[in-house]
């Protein structure tokens, strides 16, 4: 017959949904045998390698394999060069900052472990089971998958679990019932085309809240936390600094050993390490953090401000001190009590009219706190102005000690110091005429009689005062417990 002559028949039509079924065949014709043949499966198993789990309906994830892949191959020829450029020199440059995917990014295994409930996490769907593999014989021809319509019918029914979780698929297993490829196809379609229109549906509403303003593995995080029942919701963003982004939060069910406060606040400290490279020196310098520093990378640097800020208002919470109360610490998210009502946080001292006798009482009540702080705590608050300091029941509360240092830190006295001046500043541009200036503010908290009578020579005998500390530590190998002479007993580290 000749090739080139008209088709005798011209019934052949191919539509989208014969050829998509053709692929499902063949898929499921590769499941059957790898079953067949364990030790391929065994070898095939890893997360993105596997047939089964490469799932191409998603461009996003595509791309985002790909993309790692090509980082891959950027780092891996970066190392080369590299290499080639060091050679046996003694000296040798370093790329590291070129890398594509951060030896802290892709060190992911530490990361893992820490959330209580990996190892099962009840929202995970669970692998399709499939029917028993009855009817499949191994060999050459007689392979039954591809065209045995039980089987395959039964599969299909079995795949309709891995469709979005809000669409009903009834108990199609139980049932034992089959599908055809084209209905299963046809399913399938409406299956995604649903999940596509209920995303876009949520998309407007999600992105004013928590969910643009943290990175995706913080996301997961958060989404662990109201999963667990640990939180109800988050409900929106209170406010996004420059080191960190804080949620309001519902709280959820109490643990056995947890009371969760009704209303939380969420501080997420930022990833990115810009912003606290100037603030090295509140940590590097605490002894508390002093071996941990110098070997750590920038990720667990952030997550030691989150960790130093639970600390210190544990502290403050032991003293007495209105701050919030310490929920719970994940990496670098903590979770604490939140200071406010009906998700409208209390107002910074800065934004709050008082009256002249809430000034005065908020003045002498902030007074006997930094004193609190200071001999009960052992800490210096470091960052207090009227933009850490909430009112809210008549009471001020302080808030964001991350950065909060034991008074003899060797800038310990100078943190003091610009606390007072700011505390002192605040009250006597509004009003309060018993205000002690910053000087004799600084004396009342820390008990030492510094008798300078301007701020310069102040300022001398406060560094004076820490150089002197400083050299206790070189000579003695440890730090004078506390700089007052008169007498009280030693505070000692928690
Ligand atoms: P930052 O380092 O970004 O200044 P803060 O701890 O000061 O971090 O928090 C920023 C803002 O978030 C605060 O000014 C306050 O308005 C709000 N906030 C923080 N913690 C709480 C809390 N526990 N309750 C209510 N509001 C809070
Ligand atoms: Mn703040």
């Avoid at 050679?87 to 295994?109: A, L, T």
């Avoid at 929202?123 to 021809?141: E, L, N, Q």
């Avoid at 020196?281 to 800020?309: G, H, T, V």
């Avoid at 000690?401 to 003899?408: C, D, F, I, L």
Wanted: aromatic letters at 8%.
């Amino acid at each position: 017959q000749c090739p080139w002559g008209a088709p005798s028949t011209t019934s052949i039509s191919c539509s989208l949904a014969d050829v998509m079924s053709e692929q499902l065949a063949k898929e499921l014709q590769l499941e059957e045998e790898n079953a067949a043949f364990p030790e391929v499966v065994a070898a095939a198993e890893g997360p993105f390698i596997t047939g089964e789990n490469i799932d191409t309906s998603s461009d996003l994830m595509l791309a985002q394999m790909l993309q790692m892949e090509f980082d891959r191959e950027y780092d891996a020829q970066l190392r080369r060069e590299e290499k080639k450029i060091n050679g046996d020199s003694k000296v040798s440059i370093s790329f590291e900052n070129y890398r594509k995917v951060h030896p802290y990014d892709s060190d992911s295994s530490e990361d893992e472990v820490d959330w209580q409930d990996t190892r099962h996490d009840p929202y995970r769907a669970d692998k399709p089971t499939t029917t028993p593999r009855r009817g499949f014989i191994g060999k050459g021809k007689d392979i039954t998958t591809k065209h045995d319509e039980v089987v395959c019918g039964r599969k299909n029914t079995a795949r309709m679990e891995n469709f979005a979780p809000e669409f009903q698929v009834g108990d199609g297993i139980g049932m034992d019932l089959k599908l055809s490829n084209q209905v299963f196809n046809a399913l399938k379609q409406h299956a995604y085309s649903e999940e596509r229109r209920s995303a876009r549906l949520h998309e407007k509403k999600e992105h004013s809240t928590a969910e643009k303003a943290v990175d995706p593995k913080t996301r997961l995080l958060l989404y662990k936390m109201v999963n667990s029942g640990m939180l109800e919701t988050i409900t929106g963003c209170i406010s996004t600094g420059k080191e960190s982004v804080v949620f309001h939060a519902y709280g959820g069910n109490a643990t056995e050993d947890k009371v969760i406060p009704p209303e939380c606040a969420i501080k997420v400290f930022k990833t990115t390490l810009n912003e606290f490279k100037n603030r090295d020196k509140y940590i590097k310098d605490d002894y508390r953090f002093k071996d941990r520093f110098s070997k750590l990378n920038p990720r667990k640097i952030i997550r030691m401000w989150a960790e130093k800020e639970m600390h210190n208002l544990t502290r403050m919470q032991n003293a007495g001190i209105p701050c919030p109360q310490v929920v719970i610490l994940k990496k670098h998210v903590l979770v604490m009590s939140f200071i406010g009502q009906d998700q409208v946080p209390a107002p910074k001292l800065k934004d709050v009219t008082l009256s002249s006798e809430d000034m005065k009482k908020a003045y002498y009540q902030i007074l006997s706190m930094m004193q609190q702080l200071y001999r009960e705590c052992n800490l210096v608050h470091a960052d207090l102005s009227e933009y850490n300091m909430l009112w809210h029941d008549g009471k001020v509360w302080l808030i964001d000690v991350s950065q909060s240092v034991e008074p003899t830190h060797p800038h310990g006295l100078e943190f003091l110091f610009r606390d007072c001046r700011n505390v002192s500043q605040f009250f006597q541009k509004g009003g309060v005429a018993e205000a002690l200036n910053e000087r004799e503010l600084f004396n009342a908290v820390s008990g030492l009689n510094i008798t300078a009578d301007n701020e310069v020579d102040f300022q001398a005998e406060i560094e004076a005062l820490e150089k002197m500390n400083e050299d206790h530590v070189q000579n003695h190998g440890k730090k004078l417990s506390t700089f007052s002479s008169d007498g009280d007993p030693p505070i000692y580290d928690e």
